[in-house]
């Protein structure tokens, strides 16, 4: 496994690949490395010639108040773990080339980084398609690997693909869980014991809600104050959000109809996790 600090040398490396005809899969990530992550990199390895996994905890990404310097890095075990899928290249890049003390250009993906997340966490995704895109200039990848964990990440990932026309694709892979449900995180270290336990109950509240549309339940509102409700049992589980959603323009769902996305956002203590479920009525 290659590693690579220096963004020129990423960008000599994967001109020299494309002019040998190598088809490059990127699979972006901020380190802290689990299930989830892995099954992105071994999609990757299947898909093309060339893996390149990025680690790097991406400050844009972080409001002032928000967890950066807790956010968990483990760099020797994030490679040992790599080494095990024969990643072509680790990129590593230090956010003083990336970010230098000048940086002024932003990439904004309008009104759906405003929804969900984006009402607590205002310049996140920014933030998020900021640093993806720099990456989708240096490593110039055919293909480039997302969970549907981070759903509305994607969904705006795809929309800037579209709109300034990288020529890349984007695959999305399914959120990979814990035995009992919680959706795989490299926030959940940090969670206490009694923490961990109330974790479930987020996924908990997604299965009710999946079951009751398939029951029949039409009504949003009536299914929101159940999940609530459920949720409220649990004293150390802080609500961000809950919402039923468009999949496609994450407007909220006026009856429940067709494909929905069901998504929430809570806190734990110092963690905040995120999960959604996708329902058709």
């Known amino acids: 496994m290659r590693e690579i600090k220096k963004l020129k040398e990423m960008q000599a490396f994967s001109l020299k690949a494309k002019q040998r005809g190598k088809t490059i899969c990127l699979v972006p990530t901020m380190g802290y490395l689990h299930e989830g992550h892995l099954s992105l990199v071994e999609a990757a390895k299947k898909k093309g010639n060339i893996t390149v996994v990025s680690i790097f905890v991406n400050p844009l990404q972080f ?32 956010a003083s080339q990336l970010y230098p003390d000048d940086f002024k250009a932003f990439v904004e993906v309008e009104g759906l980084s405003k929804k969900l997340c984006g ?46 026309n990288f020529p890349v694709q984007i695959i999305s892979l399914p959120t990979i869980r814990e035995f009992d449900g919680l959706a795989m995180s490299s926030r959940n270290q940090s969670l206490t014991p009694k923490e961990r336990a109330s974790a479930t109950v987020l996924y908990r509240a997604l299965l009710l809600a999946k079951q009751e549309i398939e029951k029949g339940e039409k009504d949003p509102h009536r299914l929101l104050l159940r999940m609530r409700s459920l949720i409220g049992a649990e004293p150390t589980v802080r609500l961000d959000y809950i919402a039923i959603v468009d999949p496609h323009s994450l407007e909220d769902k006026k009856r429940l109809d067709g494909q929905s996305l069901i998504a929430l956002a809570a806190y734990l203590g110092k963690a905040r996790l995120i999960d959604n479920i996708a329902v058709t009525a």
Request: proline share 6%; glycine share 4%; hydrophobic share 40%.
């Open 63 to 94: 409001g002032p108040s928000e967890d950066l310097a807790r956010y968990p890095r483990d760099l020797a075990r994030d490679k040992k773990l790599l080494k095990n899928f024969e990643v072509d290249v680790l990129l590593l890049p230090a």
């Open 119 to 164: 009402r607590t966490r205002p310049t996140h995704f920014r933030g998020v398609t900021t640093i993806v895109a720099k990456l989708f200039n240096l490593v110039m990848p055919d293909f480039a690997f997302f969970g549907e964990k981070d759903y509305q990440q994607q969904i705006i990932i795809k929309k800037m693909v579209r709109d300034l």
